[in-house]
Nanobody, 123 residues
Framework: QVQLVESGGGLVQAGGSLRLSCAAS????????MGWFRQVPGKEREFVAA????????YYTNSVKGRFTISRDNAKNTVTLQMNSLKPEDTAVYYC????????????????WGQGTQVTVSS
């Protein structure tokens, strides 16, 4: 069993930065591919970024490439999403998720989800 708790959301002006963190409980954190999703009211949850178990490979949706960076610390059971050059269209609730595979995570097939943290980017 893994519990995921996100933090770091908030209100920021366009062009600014935020750092989201996801703290995982349990001793099996390193077994999972970790990722971030986001959701705007009335729209489907969208894949944002993923990182493999060792952290050696990362994946991003096209709209955030070059602006967002995902990383993980298996010793501390945390995964982080550094978001730079934020745009109003990045406004959403951001969710941390754990999956058994990169393909599964990118399709939203995840064993565990966090409760979400709101990110609002003002223009």
């Amino acid at each position: 069993q893994v519990q995921l708790v996100e933090s770091g959301g908030g209100l920021v002006q366009a062009g600014g930065s935020l750092r989201l963190s996801c703290a995982a409980s349990g001793r099996t954190f390193s077994f999972y591919v970790m990722g971030w999703f986001r959701q705007v009211p009335g729209k489907e949850r969208e894949f944002v970024a993923a990182i493999t178990r060792s952290g050696s490979s990362t994946y991003y949706t096209n709209s955030v490439k070059g602006r967002f960076t995902i990383s993980r610390d298996n010793a501390k059971n945390t995964v982080t999403l550094q978001m730079n050059s934020l745009k109003p269209e990045d406004t959403a609730v951001y969710y941390c998720a754990a999956s058994g595979s990169v393909d599964g995570l990118r399709r939203g097939v995840c064993e565990y989800w966090g409760q979400g943290t709101q990110v609002t980017v003002s223009s």
